[in-house]
């Protein structure tokens, strides 16, 4: 007002307990998706410093709160990135991003493609998540080709996850590139709050057997197997009783096998 500050525009959700606090916000308001509150103070410098919802302006902290602390820590300190590219910032506030995507897209470049039609914009007119997201992304310096070349990460927003088959040659890319990532992201009014973020989907993983033959050739390097295979949070073991039986069988053939499995 005449060209000096009287007071402070907050936009925020209930979520953010500091604040609610803070502004001493009634319950009512509680159930709101989000709030605006016009906050009539003209903070000096040192107030303005000190308000946690302001401190994160300054670099990405632990302390952050809706930043991972180890995410922060990889990332470091980086007060020019935050103040010269705030969208940059948002978008791993919005997306929720964890230190193994940061991981993954820093050891090499990432080619990759976004579907968000129709829930959050076009191709040609992204959203403001889809925005967002690319925002990190270039930070990241991954490269975004579109659909029709080859990419290693298809990001796809949660709302269009039932337009998803219309990527063109979807079910060709599965079968022969499963090393290919495909993340969800962004946020939808048809899909649960625990889906939102970035969520990885269509891991590769899967059910390991052995054979008889294998466990007779090598037992020692199967059981090794078994031991990683069971630590691997997407792979599981199965030996199957016949193969079990076979074994047993085939190591001492004049001995009963229900007797020997029984010890």
Known sequence: MDDEQVGLLLVFTP????VCS????????RTSPIIAALVPWKLNVKQYRENEW?????????SDGRIEAKLAESIGKLPKAVTAKPQYARGLRIHQFTPAEYDFFKRAPRRYCIWNMPSDGTMKEPGFETKALVAVLN????????????????FVHVGALRSLQKLEALAMRRAKRPEMRFYTYGTHHSVHPERWGIKEIFPLGGVVTFTAKAILED????????EQISQHPLWMCYVHPCAVAAVAKTSYPATDVLSLLNR
């Not at 803070?22 to 308001?29: C, D, E, G, M, N």
């Not at 579109?146 to 990419?151: A, C, E, N």
């Not at 037992?219 to 078994?226: A, G, H, M, Q, S």
């Open 15 to 18: 979520s953010s307990t500091e």
């Open 54 to 62: 302001q401190r994160a302006q300054d670099g990405l902290k632990s």
């Open 219 to 226: 037992p020692f390097e199967v059981y090794r197997l078994i």
């Open 139 to 154: 930070a990241w310096k991954a490269e975004e080709v579109g659909y029709k070349v080859d990419v290693r990460v298809v």
């Open 22 to 29: 803070t502004l001493k916000l009634p319950s009512r308001f």
